[in-house]
């Protein structure tokens, strides 16, 4: 039952990589979650494709159908479309294009990976957020003949804003040109400086084809001038988490757990995943946003109790002292102040239609907390083209708007369709309003719809990208906003 | 306060000591997510079929509330096509574990006219109806799925907490984004969240945790002598559904299930695997994904799962 190289493929080359099985080592493996971002076109459907299918990931049903999916469509000559593995939506596939976000699954002797494939087109850049969220390292694909575009640089502007930590430019089709190093080197340099102003951390370029497979899992011999890691070995080697023991502890509760059973009729636990930094037993921890305090007596799970536990890890806390805390609270180191309040400033990502309307009522999901709100108004709007902010003249919104209409000419700083812009929102409660660069687990927010409950924006707490960014008079542009691409 | 183990602590994680592994990982992530169900949703339920998936939810779904009883009851639906080991697996874990066990019927439904039976005779795309009918009547607002992302290319477009309308239809393109460990449970009077906290688990990563956890299944995952005869190059189980037909030879043969569905369309694989091990040694060696070798109904067309999730499917 072996496999075979899909017709037309170049056949792997050795590889030093040992691909999914490794019966003995998956104990010790660890899990990387990764997005990918680029342009409509820009071959990353293939680039996903070529990774499941280099690891091995790819069982011979799919291929098959894969084949015979290529086949149907009149294809076969050139081989088979790899990027049929990964465009699964009846829509995706008449279209050829990729709509929504869809997770991946491959692995290595060394890691196992969750990888977010994003959509590229314009109109779905919020699921390049919602990607990128979680992601720990990201890859911006760019087509080595059309170097960075328009959308290569909105993506890498999101990955700077979401905080990943690791970003791995992927200069695609080099097979196209030549596997030229200086079209390379050049884009590669563009891309670096637009990062830099970006505030993302060191970028790695690889020179790559996804078609053929060049540099991808195997190391290609076409660009003997390029002598760093392929993409997977990027992948394999990047640290996956910081330090937890130096982060600051979030533990948002997220259920009370009282048996009330014979066995237990006094058991009363807090139970919760450890957002960032260690709980341990001993702890004087701090409920926000009561501010009442109490020591940490244990740390219960299913399989015993744990002197010490680190984030990402759902647990079960018990306190000395029968404090009143409920779903929502957070459990935060006694010694530190952390903040809380009810005026939340932050940059939003605009995830709907609906445009956003001042002076609306909301509700906000701040950790496991979920309070309700006044969207005040968005006094500043990002063009991650020209990485410039236009600011607002602060106005009372709430005053001089009639928030029940949403005709564009009655919401003139309002926000559309994956717009990127400065809220203000005041909220009905206090919450722990921790800066999202700094604590990327609890510093994010969602903004939903009270009426239907659909997802209006992403919040990220706190000064971010817009702020470090130099700003533009909004009258000094003389572009209509409003009419831009995709928004 | 209770005492509630006199175990000796383990330190997990903290300085000097390893990080969570992947499975850790999977397994913390699947808690927060059941636990986030419990606190956001009046009336939930776990969808349980006595396959390894839901097994492993339920699973899970022990670890995130002890010592508490999981909080919500569990949902089969029955195609009436049953393998009897797995019907005798579900009624034992449920008296065990004190749970509740709604069933839905698709018999019940054929017989008060709701479906109507296909010629092809496979039940599994008449779930759909009884399901959804349970869910109303039984107003429950979010369902627990075994499913996983790796299983399908529909299902790897699914959200972990996936909004249904009233007809229990799935729009992939009108999808909640789905940010951080943000998860977004609201919905409207008579819509449902269906839940999938196993969607970043694939087949293997399942069988490890069942292999670590100690996990007890039905024997029909393993091993044994059954009468099975081809057809679309698989094996079914000769029985009272309605197989084999007069052109098609029964034939005894040793071996085991990959997945737990309707009689009429999962197929056994040959397999001489007796035991946990055995099974991680064989999915891992096997060039076949679980659907392609055992389902039927996903060989359909190329868009089935998802026309079926559109549906109201799982």
């Excluded at chain 1, 999101?158 to 884009?187: C, H, Q, W, Y």
């Excluded at chain 2, 992947?22 to 997510?33: F, P, R, T």
């Amino acid at each position: 039952m072996g496999t075979h190289a899909p017709a037309g493929l170049a056949q792997p080359a050795p590889s030093d990589v040992t691909a999914v099985v490794d019966l003995d080592d998956h104990t010790q493996r660890d899990l990387l979650r990764l997005a990918t971002a680029g342009s409509v076109d820009d071959g990353k459907s293939t680039l996903i494709g070529r990774l499941l299918y280099d690891t091995k990931s790819v069982l011979a049903d799919q291929l098959s159908a894969v084949e015979r999916a290529t086949a149907a469509r009149g294809g076969g000559g050139a081989g088979v479309d790899l990027a049929l593995l990964t465009d699964g939506l009846r829509a995706e596939r008449e279209q050829g294009i990729t709509i929504d976000v869809a997770y991946r699954y491959f692995s290595t002797a060394r890691r196992a990976f969750v990888l977010a494939d994003t959509p590229g087109h314009v109109q779905y850049t919020r699921n390049m957020v919602t990607g990128a969220s979680t992601a720990e390292l990201a890859i911006v694909l760019v087509d080595a003949r059309k170097g960075v575009l328009e959308q290569t640089r909105r993506h890498a502007a999101l990955t700077a804003l979401l905080g990943v930590p690791n970003v791995v430019l992927a200069v695609n089709k080099m097979d196209l040109v030549g596997f030229d190093e200086a079209t390379f080197r050049s884009i590669a340099r563009e891309f670096a400086d637009y990062a830099h102003v970006l505030g993302l951390p060191a970028v790695h370029a690889v020179p790559l084809s996804a078609l053929d497979g060049d540099n991808v899992v195997d190391r290609s011999v076409r660009a003997p001038w390029y002598d760093g890691p392929t993409l997977l070995e990027l992948l394999e080697s990047v640290p996956v988490a910081r330090d937890a023991s130096t982060e600051p502890l979030r533990l948002p509760v997220q259920y009370v757990i009282r048996p009330r059973t014979p066995e237990h009729p006094d058991y009363r636990g807090y139970a919760g995943k450890v957002a960032s930094g260690v709980v341990r037993v001993g702890d004087e921890l701090r409920v926000l946003p009561s501010g009442r305090t109490s020591r940490v007596v244990a740390l219960d799970t299913f399989d015993g109790p744990l002197e010490a536990a680190d984030a990402p890890r759902s647990v079960t806390v018990r306190l000395a002292d029968d404090l009143d805390v409920a779903r929502g609270d957070v459990l935060v180191p006694a010694a530190e102040h952390v903040a809380t309040g009810q005026d939340l400033v932050g940059t939003v990502c605009w995830l709907t239609e609906r445009r956003s309307v001042p002076g609306a009522r909301v509700l906000v999901r701040v950790g496991t907390r979920t309070v309700r709100g006044l969207l005040r108004e968005v006094d500043a709007r990002l063009d991650v083209d020209t990485l410039t902010v236009e600011q607002w003249d602060p106005v009372d919104t709430l005053h001089t708007i009639d928030a029940t209409d949403t005709s564009t000419e009655a919401a003139p700083r309002s926000l559309g369709l994956n717009a990127i812009g400065r809220a203000r929102l005041r909220l009905a409660e206090p919450v722990v309003l921790d800066d999202y660069a700094t604590h990327r687990r609890t510093g994010g927010f969602l903004v939903v719809d009270p009426a239907d409950g659909s997802t209006l924006a992403a919040g990220l707490i706190g000064p971010t990208l817009l702020d470090r960014l130099a700003p533009v008079r909004a009258n000094e542009r003389d572009d209509d906003w409003l009419a831009g691409a995709g928004i | 306060m209770t005492t509630i183990s006199t175990d000796t602590p383990t330190v997990v994680g903290a300085p000097g000591t390893p990080r969570l592994t992947q499975l850790d990982a999977l397994e913390s992530e699947g808690i927060h997510v059941m636990r986030e169900v419990a606190g956001e949703f009046e009336r939930p339920v776990l969808l349980f079929s006595g396959g390894k998936d839901s097994i492993v939810m339920l699973h899970l779904a022990r670890k995130a509330f002890w010592p508490a009883p999981v909080p919500f009851p569990v949902m089969h639906v029955d195609t009436g096509h049953n393998f009897p080991e797995v019907i005798e697996y579900r009624d034992r874990t449920v008296a065990e574990l004190g749970l509740r066990l709604v069933v839905a019927s698709v018999q019940d439904a054929i017989d008060d006219g709701r479906v109507v039976e296909r010629p092809g005779g496979s039940r599994n795309p008449l779930q759909t109806v009884p399901l959804l009918d349970a869910i109303t009547a039984h107003r429950f607002d979010a369902v627990f799925g075994g499913g996983r992302r790796d299983e399908e290319k529909a299902r790897a477009k699914e959200r972990m907490f996936s909004l249904r309308d009233e007809f229990g239809q799935w729009d992939p393109r009108r999808q909640r984004p789905e940010l951080w460990d943000l998860y977004n449970g609201r919905h409207k009077q008579g819509e449902h969240v269906r839940v999938f906290p196993l969607s970043n688990w694939t087949e293997l990563d399942v069988w490890r945790y069942i292999e670590r956890e100690g996990i007890d299944l039905p024997d029909i995952y393993f091993t044994h002598e059954r009468d099975v005869f081809a057809r679309d190059g698989m094996w079914l189980t000769a029985g009272s559904w309605g197989g084999p037909r007069p052109d098609e030879h029964v034939e005894r043969r040793h071996v085991r299930y990959r997945t737990v569905g309707d009689m009429s369309c999962t197929g056994a694989v040959d397999s001489t695997a007796a035991d946990v091990a055995d099974v991680i040694a064989e999915v891992a060696a096997s060039r076949l994904t679980e659907r392609g070798a055992t389902r039927a109904d996903d060989r359909a067309s190329e868009a089935a799962m998802e026309d079926r999730k559109r549906e109201g499917y799982f």
